[in-house]
Structure formats: structure tokens, C-alpha cells
């Protein structure tokens, strides 16, 4: 402040300096690359993808990553920890964790066995005691970290203990297996409807590219929507021919994939299950008030409850909310193995944490997405499948995967220091 | 010639936008106790800091002469080194360590092999401990002591440090009367000890207690020192706030209303310590239009008893009554006070007030995002509308409403808190120093808006350390001290030294009010 002269009634004069204007060019290359950086996390999946599909082609010159029936597993052997990766996100997002998942899943999944199989139970009853259970488990969570105030990393640390234990004592001892078909369809099922024979082995379900094509037209339809809206409110858009392209390499990918699993054995209901959850969990993320306070809270917590938001009641919420999609997954984990056994969830909260962190959730909260954390969590079932594919043992992609979490995680922060953000 | 121990030549200080100390002089004779006044943000403290080398040489003009050397200070090692220690008046102990233990922090008492040897070093401390006057044993950990004594604690230390010159911030500001006095006997038996001090110190009655000499320092230049025959309460305070109020605050013709807000005994106990009284017995009134200002020091319980009337925010035990449009009101959570109209902008914005790594849009609407629910999900376009329309009304100078608050100006962000809680339409608006951290152009828009909202009916509650502000802005200013209101002042009669008067004013013992 040299300048001390004080201008009364004036305010100041010197306006702020937004930037020469840019001719269109430059404008739209910025923006693109400012897309590819805030869709980093989008843009890693698909090197990733490319690079194992490269890595994996076989001896018949076509890839195995890319073929229809790994597509297929991948959903299916990744489908609890992405449903757990969605509940971490927001957990993380609010400044909290989660370490109790694994535990969670084996112990509903025991328990679930007791009701299906031991009390032989209708299947839907027990699906729904069991989810039950979880919300239960995560109120008991919710319960220390809000309204006691004991960090989530103790009572979740306490909470893999003590659910591992209650799971082994649920399980006396031995595995529960023999499921019924409803329960193990969650896990293991999948929906094919009108198989068209492409010659000996090979057959393609029409219904499911339909379901593929809906989905293509719903983002369409979804993605102009929003950009008429923000239009119609004067907001910035992206420039028209990034947009299209962006739509027209999505849509791809979706066709892609409608076809794999056509190819293969149709829809796998985990992959139903999964949709319904991502749509659910990002409009509540984005759109609802519960969601927002949760960003609120993850961005300044004093700030957060100084406007009046209840801080308390959104982490008890949260809680019993991750209770549930933990109990989901372990009722989808213990249906693909149609066995409810000791170790089951064994590392699933490792998993689910890093699915979060790759997928851009900052480790001090208020910053995350549903979308990136499912991302995250495609990573890290690609590096799983594709180095499996390759051979490479367990050794080495457990030190890989850790590998990649911390690059990740240090992309970002470096990312975050170079645009000024500290 | 005195035998000067410190001579500060010209020290000119510049922070970004701001600039802090401007040509200070400032001589210390060996010897003698020093005494510096100034209101906060007069540039006290960040003189000591140049001193004590948190401002290392080179991010400054001027030089420090101490015993006839000048000094290149890197850290506070070196300002320790030389035999210069400054206590802060927040205490930097380290509650779960012994008496011992802090004293030789970083200057440990090794024995063979470099290990610590703690028979000396508690011997050792025990003998600081006589000195000082504290009968504790060294091994008492910080945090079974109390503040009094702690403060003892710190000069122990820098006793061990064979100390020259000792800067004491504020030493008094957490203390009661017993402790006060004890320290500052203290304070005057180290002078005998040839240890020369400087004390930083708003209460006037202890520099009249102890000080040789008094420096009034404002705006960042030292105005005068006096010598101990010239002290004198009424020329201190003049020099502390004789500065020209002319054009600093907008016109303002208040058209006050009915009553909007009136608190009855409102009592607030610490949150950790339920015995301790922080705000005692609090009645005010706020009407329509009004703006009213709370003067007080630091510590005289004014951002508590905001923070205790706005849902609970502070305190332990908390009683009294609220009411708002003459009707009693339930203030038991935020969520409660919102409801009934009171908003609180907070006097740090960026630690209570926003979400700095989220953008001003979501800023806007975090304290109302119910009113822009629709069918269960928030309604963005409406959102982005209204953050644009306060963009716009505040001139909020961002690109767009879409930029992170934690990039924007000082004022720029208040601008942002303030929008936020006209959003949530209160009757009564708190603004806990509304312009701190704020440069002078900004802060003449936050006035504007201010009078503004008075203007529009609001009754609007000022809490502020700077007293030309006060002054300046507000048409009924109460004074706090120690919890309690000690003074009420329509405009045509508050005057800086009224209020100082009112502000300094010690607890009532019984009887005297």
C-alpha cells in the first residue's frame, strides 16, 4: 500500500485485470487442456487400458484384456470394491476413513449365510436383514466418530477387529456355502434375453446392446441438457467441437463395451446393481443439500458449522450409509463365491481407500467424486487383470498397485501446487 | 551519551500491500524496563519480530545495533545467542513436557556421549525456578501449572539462555491480579540484576507501575517516547489513536426503528475450565438501523459472547435470554439462530468463515442451501443467479462466480462472507471485525455495505479492535471488559479516551461497577 491517499466515497478505482482476451484458438487448446487435467484421472484409465491391451495381445493377434469375456469379469470381480470405493469417496471427502469395510462385508456376508442358508430364510429377506445389519454396524461407527468425537481412524481400526472377530464367531469355525440362486444371481448372475447364434460359440444378446444404446442416448440427451442449462444461466461452456468430441469418444466406449458383454454372457446384475448406485450416489454427491454439506464440512468444518450445518448428524449419516454398502458388497462378494468364509474382504478397505485416492479425493477432505473413485477403482482392477494376464505374480502387483497409488497421489498434489492451490 | 543497549534505526517493514513499520527508531538504555503502546495492528509486534529475528535480516530496511554491534539476525537462535529473548503472549510451551524439560528445549544440558544429563538439567531448572520466584518442582509437567506460572516458566528460560535483553508481549493479558503483580515484582527484580526489558503492554496502569520510559507507536512509526516523569494516561491514549478520522467512513444518517435484537444476562463459562467467567452478565440492545459497536481489548470476552449468543458456537454453562422482534428465542444450535434471523461473519475468515478450496458460488449458498432445494436437489442455475447478482451488488472482484475463494483478496473474501449471510436474509448481522486484514479501499466498501444493510432495516452488531472504526461507523458503542459491559456510549459522546477508560476498567470487585 504506497499509495495512502484515501478516496472517500470512491472505493477503488484500479478493476481487476481478468486476462487479455484470446482469440478462439487459443482459447478452445486451453480449455481442452484444462479438461484433460481436471479429467486426469479419466484420461490415466484409458493409457492404462491401452497399454495392457497392447501388453496382452496373444498368440491369436487379438487382445485378451479387450476380449468380450474379460471384459465381462472385470465388472464382476471388481463390482464390491467399486460399490465400497463409492461409500470411501464421500467418507473421505467429509475428512473422515473407513477401515472397517473388509471386516464389514465378511461379517454381513456370514451372517447372511446364517439367514439364507442355516435359517434357510426366503432370499430377499435375508438380503435385506442383512443390509439392515450393516446399517446397524455403520450407526454403531457413526455413533463414536460424531456424536463421541474419537477420529474415524480409531473407531474403524477398533471396527476391523471387532467385525472380523463377530465374523468368525457368526461362521463357527467353517465356511457357509450352498446359497440359493436369487441370492448368488447379485454376484454371479447375469441378464440375457435374446442370444442371436454368430456361429459355434459365439452369440450376441440383442437386448443388451439396446440397453447399451439407451444408455448412449441418455448421456446424449443428459450431457445437452446441462450444457443448455448452464447456457441458458450464462455460465462458460466448452467450445462446441471439443464438446462433440467428447460425446462421440464416450459414446464409443459405451458401445464398445454394450458389445463385449453381449458377446459374452449379457448384463451382469452386479453391473446393474453398480449403475444404479454411481447414478443414485452422484446426483445425492452433487445435487442433494446432504451432499453439499458434506463438501462443506471436508472443505472447513468450523466454517461448515458455523453456517448452521449440522456436522454431527452428516458424519453419523455418512457412517451408516458406508455400513450399508459395505454390508452390499460383502452380500455380492459372498454370492460370486457362493461361500461365506473367514478370509473374505480380506484388504477390500486398502483397496477401496486407494480406488478413492487414485480417483482425486484429497486426503484432507472436502475435495472427491463418485465418478472419480469409480475410475480409481477400474485402475485398479485393470492393473489386477491385466498383470494377472501377464503372468506377473502377486508379489509384484501388490508393489506395482502401491506404486501407482502414491504416483497418483503425488500427480495431484503436484498438480494442485502448480496451479497455486497449496 | 546514555549508554543505549538497542538502538533500532530506521526500521522500515513491508508486507505485501501493507506497510507495517515505517522508519522506526526506538533506543533502550541498559537497565531499564521499556515500555511499548500502540493499538492492535500498530506494528508492536512485528517490531519485535525484526528484533527477535522471526523477520529475518534482509526482508527489512534499516539496522539493529545491540551493544554497539550491528546485528544480521537469521533466526531466533541468533537474536538468543546474542542474549536477546522474546516471550510471546502466546506461551510456547509444550504442555506435555516437564518444567525442566522446556526450559532446556533445544539448548539441552548434555553430559557423556551427548546424552541428555538430567540430574543437572533439573538441578539446573530448580535454580531458575528459585530465581524466578516458583515454587514448583522441575519436573512438574506444563500442563498441571497455570497460566500465571507458566509465564514464569518462560522467564526461567530465558534466564537459562543468560538473557540481556527480554521482550515480554502482553505478559499480563492472561493473568489474574495476584499473578500480575508477581510478575511484574519479578520484572523489577531482574532490572536490579542489570537485565534490561521491554514490555509490550496495553494496561496503563502497570507502565505507570514499572516502566522507566514509555514509546507510543501508530501506524507503524513511533510517535514519542516519554520519560518517566512525563507519563501521563490522557498523552499515552492521544498518542495512541491521534490520527485523523476525517474521510476514512462513508456518511451514514442512521434512521433507527424498533428494537430488533435485545440480549438479557447473557453468561458464558470457558469450554475446557466451567469456572471461568468469559462473558459475565451481557445486556444489549440492537434496533432497526442501528449500527452498534462492541469495543473491548483483546480477551475482553467479545468474540466469546458472539459466538456463545450464536448457537452455542463457544462455551460451556451458557444462560441468559435472546430476543429478536421483542419475542423470546431458543439460540441452542446455529442451525436454531439462522432460523431466527442472526448471522455471525466471523473475525478469522479463513480458519471459521469459508471453504477456501471451494468456489464463491458454493461459499454464497452454504449457510442456505434449503431455500434453493428443489424437488430434494439443489437448483445450480439458481444458485449460480443469485451468487452472480452479490458478484455483482459487492463488487466481489472475481472472473467469475466459479473462482476458488482461497485466491481471492483479503476484502474480496469478507465480501464473500458477507454475501453469504445476506443470503441467509438475517434481522441481526454480527460482524466480528469486519475489516481485519483488509486494505484501506476495501475497507471503505465493507462501510458502505455496512450502511447499507442499516439502511435496508437490518440491525447490525460491530465488533472491533480498532476504535477510529468504531468511531467511525457505528451510532451506539458499548465497552467490554473482562466479560462484562463496563460502559454505553451514544456517538456524540464516545471518544477514544472514554472508551479506553471503560475498555480498561478492571472486573468490578464487589461493590463497584
Known sequence: ?422 | MADNILEMRSITKTFPGVKALQDVTLEVERGEIRAICGENGAGKSTLMKVLSGVYPHGTYDGDIVFEGEVLELHSIRDSEAKGIVIIHQELALSPHLSIAENIFLNNEIKGRFGLIDWQRANSEAQKLLDRVGLREKATTKIMDIGVGKQQLVEIAKALSKEVKLLILDEPTAALNDADSDHLLELILQLKQQGITSIIISHKLNEIEKIADSVTVIRDGKTIETMAKAEITEDRIIKDMVGRDLEHRYPDHTPSIGEEVLRVEDWTAHHPQDPTRVMVDNVNITVRRGEIVGIAGLMGAGRTEFAMSLFGRSYGSRISGRAFINGKEVKLHSVAEAIENGLAYATEDRKVYGLNLIDDIKRNISMASLRKLEKRGLVNDGEEFTVANEYRKSMNIKAPTVLSKTGKLSGGNQQKVVLSKWLYSDPEVLILDEPTRGIDVGAKYEIYTIINRLAAQGKGILVISSELPELLGICDRIYALSEGRITGELPIAEATPEALIKYMTMEAPAEGRS
Do not use: C
Not at chain 1, 472517500?8 to 487459443?26: A, R
Not at chain 1, 460424531?146 to 477387529?161: D, K
Not at chain 1, 447364434?197 to 450431457?223: F, K, M, N, W
Open chain 1, 1 to 422: 500500500m504506497t499509495n495512502t491517499e484515501l478516496r472517500p466515497g470512491g472505493g477503488p478505482t484500479g478493476s481487476e485485470e481478468i486476462g487479455p482476451p484470446q482469440n478462439k484458438v487459443t482459447s478452445a487448446i486451453s480449455h481442452v487442456l484444462a479438461d484433460l487435467g481436471k479429467n486426469g484421472i479419466f484420461v490415466a484409465l484409458v493409457l492404462v487400458v491401452a497399454l495392457f491391451a497392447v501388453l496382452t495381445i496373444s498368440a491369436r493377434g487379438d487382445s485378451i484384456l479387450l476380449r468380450p469375456q474379460n471384459i465381462s469379469n472385470l465388472i464382476v470381480q471388481n463390482g464390491y470394491i467399486l460399490i465400497l470405493a463409492i461409500g470411501m469417496v464421500l467418507v473421505i471427502v467429509a475428512g473422515h476413513i473407513d477401515l472397517s469395510v473388509g471386516s464389514v462385508a465378511a461379517f454381513i456376508g456370514a451372517i447372511s449365510g446364517v439367514f439364507a442358508v442355516k435359517m434357510d430364510l426366503p432370499w430377499w429377506i435375508a438380503i435385506i436383514l442383512s443390509l439392515a445389519i450393516g446399517a446397524l454396524v455403520g450407526a454403531w461407527q457413526g455413533f463414536w466418530i460424531a456424536y463421541v468425537g474419537i477420529p474415524a481412524f480409531i473407531v474403524t481400526l477398533a471396527g476391523m477387529l471387532i467385525f472380523r472377530g463377530l465374523a468368525l464367531v457368526v461362521l463357527g469355525n467353517s465356511n457357509i456355502g450352498s446359497f440359493p440362486a436369487e441370492y448368488r444371481a447379485i454376484g454371479n448372475g447375469f441378464l440375457e434375453f435374446l442370444p442371436i447364434d454368430l456361429g459355434p460359440r459365439s452369440s450376441i444378446d440383442l437386448v443388451t446392446l439396446g440397453i447399451g444404446l439407451i444408455a448412449i442416448v441418455a448421456l446424449v440427451v443428459q450431457q445437452i441438457r446441462t450444457r443448455v442449462g448452464r447456457q441458458k444461466y450464462g455460465q462458460d461452456v466448452e467450445p462446441f467441437g471439443w464438446f462433440i468430441a467428447k460425446l462421440v469418444l464416450i459414446a464409443a466406449a459405451i458401445a464398445f463395451f454394450a458389445y463385449a458383454l453381449s458377446a459374452a454372457k449379457g448384463i451382469p446384475v452386479t453391473l446393474i446393481i453398480l449403475a444404479v448406485l454411481v447414478l443414485i450416489y452422484s446426483t445425492v454427491a452433487n445435487r442433494s443439500v446432504f451432499g453439499r454439506h458434506i463438501y462443506a464440512i471436508g472443505g472447513n468444518r468450523h466454517a461448515a458449522e458455523l453456517s448452521g450445518i449440522k456436522t454431527r448428524s452428516v458424519d453419523f449419516w455418512l457412517f451408516v450409509n458406508m455400513g450399508v454398502l459395505a454390508a452390499l458388497a460383502g452380500l455380492v462378494f459372498t454370492a460370486r463365491l457362493n461361500l461365506a468364509g473367514p478370509k473374505a474382504g480380506d484388504g477390500f478397505e486398502l483397496e477401496a481407500i486407494s480406488a478413492a485416492f487414485i480417483g482425486g479425493a484429497a486426503v484432507q477432505g472436502g475435495v472427491g467424486t463418485v465418478s472419480g473413485a469409480i475410475i480409481g477403482g477400474l485402475i485398479i482392477g485393470v492393473l489386477n487383470n491385466g498383470m494377472s494376464i501377464m503372468g506377473i505374480g502377486i508379489e509384484w502387483q501388490q508393489a506395482v498397485k502401491g506404486l501407482v497409488l502414491l504416483l497418483a497421489v503425488a500427480f495431484d498434489v503436484f498438480n494442485k501446487r502448480r496451479s497455486g492451490g497449496r
